[in-house]
């Protein structure tokens, strides 16, 4: 009886009503973030979120009111959030991440897939039974969750998402698709976004701003180097390799430490795959190849060839220009979404190193022998 109780209060808290016509305020962010837009009205702030797939129409609404304050009259449509949020399930690492970063790691009552989270203090957390382990992302533990009471739930949205039983429980969804973003500032600034919903807007204000700072430092040094060297990323998984196109989030990335990605040439944002011959015909005389990867054994330019004996035929294979990055072994899935000026560092350092002669590598290292 309590626990249907519990649902029916939290079911309430979703809810329509009439948009009001004004003392409505849109807030002047930095504007590289494209995928959420913040209005300030009397009582309450609006959140929305462009649907990334479906250009023109919203992906969701947020009404976010302060739990201090009384619920005004005419809030306008959409989903209420009682703010500073807390009493939290967290699917994704990158946004426990963006949470233990604002200092707000209270307020996750439950996390999903646990052994993938960098973060000593949430494992910490975990072991002790503060933080509950609610499975995988793909299905968690709904019965945990609601006798966790959890009051949220934060999760990546995809296309045509389907929450299956945790969105039939009633509590609330918040979808955090920063992923979405095709800058590394653009998914960055979404801290702002957790920001509001934690209350602590200012720290997520100063936060983006160092990152911002230190981001544009670093690409302005990597526009003064001569040249820009040709860049192959990843490696075939099964019959296809796909490799990031010209609008890609790692098309920037790669073009702001002042190199070419090999695929620029490509339309489109994200990823697309290639026929390994098509892949050797592109890019077989690209200067560098950077290759993320987790295994148990360290990756080696042998290990490398015996995989897959035509990689050998790449000219970064022939002069040794090979760096990889073990994502099980550097915190690399976690930091860039938040931090993308330490990746670009690397980046730096790899294609120009007399830029940052005393830098030593966060992520990417160059890959042994044997």
């Known amino acids: 009886m309590q626990r249907l109780l519990y649902l029916i209060i939290i079911s309430s808290l979703v809810f329509s009503c009439g948009r009001p016509g004004s003392s409505v305020r849109t807030e002047g962010y930095a504007g590289h973030a494209t995928g959420f837009k913040v209005e300030r009205s009397a009582g309450y702030t609006l959140v929305e979120l462009t649907d990334p797939w479906n250009a023109g129409r919203i992906l969701q609404r947020y009404v976010l009111v302060p739990r201090s304050a009384s619920l005004p009259d005419d809030l306008p449509q959409g989903t209420l959030v009682r703010t500073p949020i807390r009493r939290l399930a967290v ?27 960098g973060s000593e203090a949430v494992r910490e957390r975990v072991a002790s039974g503060i933080t ?77 701003a160092a990152t911002e700072g230190e981001y544009r430092a670093l690409k302005q040094l990597a526009a003064s180097a001569p040249g820009r060297p040709g860049v192959l990323t990843e490696k075939r998984y099964g019959s296809s390799w796909y490799v990031p196109v010209g609008g890609s989030y790692m098309s920037v990335m790669l073009s702001d430490a002042g190199a070419a990605n090999a695929f620029d040439h490509l339309s489109g944002v994200g990823s697309v795959p290639l026929a390994f011959e098509t892949v050797l015909d592109t890019a077989v005389d690209a200067d560098f190849w950077l290759i993320k990867y987790n295994t148990a054994a360290l990756l080696t330019y042998k290990s490398l060839r015996d995989e897959f004996t035509p990689y050998a035929n790449f000219e970064a294979y022939r002069n040794r220009n090979i760096y990889a990055c073990h994502t099980g072994l550097t915190p690399y899935h976690e930091d860039t979404p938040i931090r993308p000026d330490l990746l670009l560092k690397d980046l730096i350092r790899i294609f120009h190193p007399h830029l940052l002669p005393n830098h030593s590598p966060r992520y990417y290292q160059p890959i042994a022998e044997e």
């Open 132 to 208: 509950a382990d609610l499975g995988m992302s793909v299905s968690p533990n709904v019965e945990r969750m609601i006798d966790r009471e959890i009051e949220y739930i934060i999760a990546s949205p995809f296309r045509n998402a389907d929450y299956g039983a945790a969105a039939k429980t009633g509590i609330p969804i918040i979808e955090g698709a920063d992923y979405t973003e095709t800058t590394p500032l653009g998914r960055a600034e979404w801290i702002r976004f957790f920001g509001l919903l934690l209350e602590r807007e200012e720290k997520a204000d100063s936060l983006f």
């Open 91 to 117: 699917y994704s690492s990158v946004h426990v991440a963006m949470i233990e970063m604002l200092g707000a790691l209270e307020s996750i009552e439950g996390v999903c897939e646990p052994m993938y989270i």
